[in-house]
């Protein structure tokens, strides 16, 4: 059985939040790290600070798309309370 996941990165860089999927989390984190993601190469170091699994991959783009909106963006801010205040 495969998954999809849904992850959040933050950048230590520009204090934001970068919001993805990918169907194999350790190889999306790899390439993050080694800058070979146009869209977070020059916004390292990046730390994966949420992630989420779906069962299939339609379920993980609507989620990811959830999360990159103003709701979704509170909501990930709100379960990450702890994290940056602790």
């Known amino acids: 059985m495969s998954y999809f996941y849904i992850y959040v990165l933050f950048s230590e860089k520009d204090n934001q939040f970068y919001t993805g999927y990918t169907s194999n989390l350790l190889n999306r984190m790899k390439e993050h790290e080694e800058g070979n993601v146009k869209s977070t190469k020059d916004r390292r170091p990046l730390k994966?600070?949420?992630w989420e699994g779906c069962l299939n991959q339609q379920d993980a783009t609507h989620?990811?798309?959830y999360?990159?909106?103003?709701?979704?963006?509170r909501y990930i801010k709100s379960r990450l309370?702890?994290?940056f205040t602790g």
């Open 81 to 83: 309370s702890g994290y």
């Open 63 to 65: 989620r990811e798309k």
């Open 67 to 73: 999360l990159k909106t103003t709701y979704g963006k």
């Open 48 to 50: 994966l600070v949420y």
